[in-house]
């Protein structure tokens, strides 16, 4: 889930208006964070820091937060930024990392950090593993350089490294430059992936039966710089990164076609990323990667809460 070019930040759309609203402030140690994760069970979100993969644990009720840290992840991750997007949790409780540009994958403990293993996909050239889904015992990865959808294992045994899923030449998705597929979503009934593409704003499903890729068509309108995508019922919420935008839409029941409800902006979103749905909420989070440089990032890191009856019906 890495920003598009900040050119994308010109394209604005009208949008309707949000409070600032309630926020969850993360520990000090976890910067520029990208990904979430939510355990309705335990009433627990969880975020990485895409600098170094440490980790933030939340408590959704309290707000209280700590952060804890993942040696492993950092070793591998280094230099390279962003080294830590999204996240999922699997079946099992573990916490899956896209590792962004380390074109890797990390399997964590969301308890202590330990990294249980690590899944490359570097042996085809540089990528940027960006973010996931599960779907019964499988998990999907988006790559945003590299026209690929990628898919391993991850029951009882994960397997060794991701395996290609689609190859999109030749498909309606078409990669061109800059960042390509991005949020991933998968529907309840594990039939179908929806998937964005970040440069051209554009949302397609995929069929996991016959891995057929179609074009959903919202009627002429777009999302360019989409990021996380979150599913809930029929309506869908694309979280556009430089428009600091969450936009609803209302999917038609064959996923082909969808109509956009609402454009909604917050002072409160600061490159925003990915989100969760927590309760009556939508969680996103604060990336702020577009000031890494600038020193002027707003602290502590944030997560931004957004009620769901803001984001339009």
């Known amino acids: 889930m890495i920003r598009a070019s900040l050119l ?6 009208t ?3 949000a409070q600032t609203g ?11 964070p990208e990904g979430i994760a939510y355990d309705p069970a335990r009433g627990m979100i969880f975020t990485a820091s895409a600098v170094d993969g440490t980790l933030a644990v939340v408590d959704a009720r309290t707000g209280a937060a700590r952060a804890i840290a993942a040696p492993e992840i950092a070793r591998q991750i280094g230099e390279t930024f962003p080294g830590a997007l999204g996240m999922k949790l699997d079946p099992r409780g573990r916490l899956w990392i896209a ?15 330990r ?11 540089a990528g940027l593993i960006n973010d996931l889904v599960f779907v019964g015992d499988r998990a999907y ?5 590299r026209p690929i959808l990628w898919t ?20 309606p998705l078409q990669y061109g430059e800059g960042a390509n597929l991005n949020g991933i979503t998968a529907t309840p009934d594990g039939r179908t992936l929806l998937v964005g593409q970040m440069n051209k704003g554009l949302l397609f499903r995929i069929d996991i039966a016959d891995r057929k890729v179609s074009p959903i068509d919202l009627g002429g309108e777009t999302a360019p710089g989409a990021d996380g995508l979150i599913l809930k019922g029929d309506l869908l919420y694309v979280i556009r990164q430089p428009a600091a935008e969450i936009v609803t839409v209302r999917l038609a029941p064959n996923l082909l076609s969808g109509k956009v409800l609402a454009r909604t902006q917050s002072a409160g979103l600061l490159w925003p990323a990915t ?33 769901l009856a803001d984001l339009g019906r």
């Open 8 to 13: 994308l930040a010109c394209l604005l759309a």
């Open 15 to 17: 949008s309707a208006g």
């Open 22 to 32: 309630a926020r969850y402030a993360l520990p000090a140690e976890v910067r520029h």
């Open 99 to 113: 590792g962004g540009r380390t074109g890797k994958v990390f399997v964590v403990d969301p308890t202590s950090g």
């Open 115 to 125: 990294l249980i293993q690590t899944l490359d996909t570097t042996g085809s050239g």
């Open 141 to 145: 990865l988006t790559d945003t350089f």
């Open 152 to 171: 391993v294992a991850a029951g009882e045994r994960i397997g060794a490294a991701p395996e290609r899923f689609v190859e999109f030449a030749g498909t």
């Open 275 to 307: 989100g969760v749905i927590v309760g009556d909420e939508l969680v996103a989070v604060n990336s702020q990667f577009n000031r890494r440089n600038s020193g002027e990032l707003e602290q502590p890191f944030t997560l931004q809460r957004v009620p």
